[in-house]
């Protein structure tokens, strides 16, 4: 095979993590021989263990430097278990040919420069339990096909340009664990279907102009530990319940959104809580949180988000701040909180890196 072939520049680096294989046949060992052929330039010589003095099995883990883009030929890697080229600069598309890899269960190709779209071939991996295709710049919409993938826990598509909205037959992958579809542009609403995802622990879909509510089905699921939709248009009240059903509830973030109503007092009950960010919202009333049972609360956000009461006990809740001996950075500013400063100010956490109290109307003294 001549090594200035058309899928590779001549000076090519690469770059392979991990290689793991299922089952070793002849057929293979020349798979992997013609892959090492299209590589042009290995400045380590690392392909040379790729010989004939060892058996192939043994040359996995093999690390070397990569540029450049995916080869069809990756489709004729049949018994690969696993693929991670994460962190290269590898540009073009993704190959339709991946749909070949019928044994492939995790496919880590985030960090790139991929563009284009997402191949809908994909979806013949059936085997796939991971996919990560986040940081790149993949356009166009997650193929319907994928509603096979019925293994799939963790799909990670964040920081791309994706469109299309987020497709309602995600909520048929019930295997669900890992849903990150942040910072694109799929617009459109929450589809209710996502309540069915009951393995569901980490919901990630900010920053992706969407609007409408969040379908209540959601707030059910009790495995979620990270809940985060911020910077949308998303409005709507907080169930009263939130703290009891989401019991395993570690990162809240809300933040930038159009939520209304009172912050749920059943909150107190969820004692894992670590980040808890809603500014900028449109939330009313006196905030009744006790937070003393969150022993991991580090960062707690509530900037404008029009929070305050002006009953005389409104500030009630930083005593139970002091329980916090984690909290690094607390965040009222910005709403209408009014009353004197409780004592219990002194008793926050010596982990504490950012106070901000300003812009409401809080007196007395700062001891
Ligand atoms: C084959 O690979 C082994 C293991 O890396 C190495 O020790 C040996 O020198 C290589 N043989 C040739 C001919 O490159
Ligand atoms: C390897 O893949 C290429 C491109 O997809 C294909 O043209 C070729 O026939 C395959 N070779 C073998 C031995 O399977
Ligand atoms: C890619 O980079 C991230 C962030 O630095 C790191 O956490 C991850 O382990 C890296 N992945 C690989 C396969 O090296
Ligand atoms: C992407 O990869 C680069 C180079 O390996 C690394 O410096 C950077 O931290 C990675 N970014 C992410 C988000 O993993
Ligand atoms: C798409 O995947 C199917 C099923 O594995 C395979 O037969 C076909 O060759 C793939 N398409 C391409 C362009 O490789
Ligand atoms: C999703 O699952 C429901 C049943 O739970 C089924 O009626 C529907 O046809 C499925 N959708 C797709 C696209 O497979
Ligand atoms: C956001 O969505 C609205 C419709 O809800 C649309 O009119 C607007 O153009 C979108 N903005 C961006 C930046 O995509
Ligand atoms: C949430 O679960 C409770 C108790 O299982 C049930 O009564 C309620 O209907 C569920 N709500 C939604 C929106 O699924
Ligand atoms: C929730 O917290 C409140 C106040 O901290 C407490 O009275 C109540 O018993 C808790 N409920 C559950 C179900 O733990
Ligand atoms: C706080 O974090 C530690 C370490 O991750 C963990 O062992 C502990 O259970 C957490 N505490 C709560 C209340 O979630
Ligand atoms: C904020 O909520 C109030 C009611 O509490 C409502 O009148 C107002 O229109 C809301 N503002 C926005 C920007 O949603
Ligand atoms: C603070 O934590 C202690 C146990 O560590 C607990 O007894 C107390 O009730 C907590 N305070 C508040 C205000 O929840």
């Not at 420069?113 to 940081?135: E, M, Q």
């Not at 809300?254 to 919202?281: R, Y």
Request: aromatic share 10%.
């Amino acid at each position: 095979m001549n090594t200035h072939s058309p899928y590779f520049p001549s000076m090519l680096l690469f770059f392979i993590t991990l290689l793991q294989v299922a089952a070793f046949e002849e057929g293979d060992r020349a798979a992997l021989q013609a892959f090492k052929s299209m590589i042009s330039h290995d400045p380590q010589g690392i392909l040379n263990s790729w010989n004939d003095s060892r058996h192939f099995c043994e040359w996995e883990g093999i690390t070397c430097a990569l540029r450049g883009s995916l080869s069809p030929y990756i489709g004729n890697l049949s018994f690969l278990r696993e693929i991670n080229l994460e962190n290269n600069t590898i540009q073009g598309e993704i190959p339709r040919e991946f749909g070949r890899l019928l044994r492939l269960e995790a496919l880590f190709l985030s960090n790139n420069s991929l563009a284009g779209k997402i191949p809908a071939n994909l979806s013949y991996c059936s085997r796939l339990t991971v996919l990560a295709l986040p940081y790149n710049k993949l356009v166009g919409r997650i193929p319907f096909e994928f509603v096979s993938l019925y293994k799939l826990k963790r799909l990670a598509l964040h920081r791309n340009s994706l469109t299309g909205g987020i497709p309602p037959f995600l909520g048929n992958l019930s295997s669900l664990e890992l849903l990150s579809l942040g910072a694109n542009s799929f617009g459109g609403n929450i589809p209710d279907s996502l309540g069915q995802l009951k393995e569901l622990e980490a919901l990630g879909i900010g920053g992706n102009n969407l609007s409408g509510t969040i379908p209540h089905s959601i707030y059910n699921l009790s495995f979620v530990e990270i809940f985060s939709v911020p910077q949308n248009q998303l409005h709507g009240s907080l169930p009263t319940s939130l703290g009891l059903t989401f019991s395993n509830l570690k990162h809240f973030q809300i933040d930038q959104n159009f939520f209304s109503g009172s912050i749920p007092i059943s909150l107190s009950n969820a004692s894992k809580l670590e980040v808890f960010q809603i500014g900028k919202n449109n939330f009313s009333g006196k905030l009744s949180v006790n937070f003393g049972s969150m022993k991991n609360l580090s960062f707690l956000n509530l900037f404008s988000s029009n929070l305050g009461s002006g009953e005389s006990d409104e500030m009630g809740f930083m005593n139970s701040l002091a329980n916090c001996s984690k909290l690094r950075v607390l965040r009222l500013g910005g709403n209408q909180f009014r009353g004197a400063l409780p004592h219990s100010i002194a008793n926050l956490s010596n982990q504490l890196q950012i106070l901000a109290l300003g812009d409401n109307q809080l007196y007395g003294s700062i001891p």
